[in-house]
């Protein structure tokens, strides 16, 4: 079995920073990347970033420039660094591995449980 676990987010107002860390454990046995999605309430989950273990990133273009993904692939843990935190960066944050187990040939996707960011005054 694959665990992933987010830290917990928070209230903040806007023009803050929050961070958001996510741990993958269990049985994986590669990690092919690791990234952060959120849903808004009435919306569709939307990718955040992501990074490959090779280095790779994408962002969303609504979080260029204010947030920051990295990595520790030794540790299997990825941080979602967020500044500028705007009104509409509110919703649930899900952590989401790529990887490949001993019981799969191909890399499946796990997914954390989700943490809630509101970003208000």
């Known amino acids: 079995q694959v665990q992933v676990e987010e830290s917990e987010g928070g209230l903040v107002q806007p023009g803050g920073s929050l961070r958001l860390s996510c741990a993958a454990s269990?049985?994986?046995?590669?990690?092919?990347?690791m990234g952060w999605y959120r849903q808004a309430p009435g919306k569709q989950r939307e990718l955040v970033a992501t990074k490959t273990s090779g280095g790779t990133t994408y962002y969303a273009d609504s979080v260029k420039g204010r947030f920051t993904i990295s990595r520790d692939n030794a540790k299997n843990t990825a941080s979602l660094q967020m500044n500028s935190l705007r009104p509409e960066d509110t919703g649930v944050y899900y952590c989401?591995?790529?990887?490949?187990?001993?019981?799969?040939?191909?890399?499946?996707?796990?997914w954390g449980q989700g943490t809630q960011v509101t970003v208000s005054s």
């Open positions: 989401k591995v790529r990887g490949v187990t001993k019981l799969s040939t191909e890399p499946l996707d796990y």
């Open positions: 269990g049985s994986l046995l590669s990690i092919y990347a």
